[in-house]
């Protein structure tokens, strides 16, 4: 059985919240997201020390180049994803298309998929609607300060 996660990431791929904000918004999104059995869901946030991969998972069935246009072959992206550990310094990679250096952040993924260093998960929601609403990531950016983007993955 797979997994299903629903993510918030800064549209900044360094930027981190504070401490507090993030203590803040979690509470927030376990308040929207209820799991009155408490065995489902899994709340999650996480400050990671290098620019970390959030991607749509088995979701993503077609990448296509920012410079050419081409598609980039999912074993090639998946490669990268595993010899890094979907740990990265710096989003610059030479994509096979084109042989050109481009930025990670730049591909086009056929589901919303990103590069940060904050994220906030919720693990197989328990709730009817799975995913946050415009409303609820409004409210999200409000508490921690900065845009987000949602990322819905099966894992
Ligand atoms: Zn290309």
């Known amino acids: ?13 360094n930027w981190q919240p504070t401490g507090a904000a993030a203590v ?20 999650t946030v996480e400050f990671y020390d290098r620019i970390t991969v959030v991607d749509a998972g088995e979701n993503i069935k077609q990448i296509t180049c920012p410079r050419c246009d081409r ?3 999912l074993d ?25 250096a481009v930025a990670l952040d730049t591909l086009k993924f056929d589901w ?6 904050f994220e906030i998960a919720v ?9 946050f609403t415009p409303d609820e990531i409004g409210a999200v950016e409000a508490i921690l300060g900065h845009p987000l983007r949602q990322v819905v993955a099966h894992i």
């Open 1 to 13: 059985m797979s997994d299903f996660y629903v993510s918030l990431i800064p549209t900044d791929v």
């Open 24 to 43: 803040e918004a979690e509470a927030y999104v376990r308040r929207v997201f209820p799991d009155p059995d408490g065995v489902q869901q899994d709340v």
């Open 71 to 73: 598609n980039i072959p």
């Open 76 to 100: 090639w992206y998946e490669d990268l994803i595993e010899e890094t550990e979907g740990e990265f310094d710096s989003l610059t990679v030479t994509v096979p298309c084109c042989e050109t």
């Open 112 to 117: 919303p998929s990103g590069f940060a260093r």
């Open 123 to 131: 693990a197989n929601p328990a709730r009817a609607e799975h995913e």
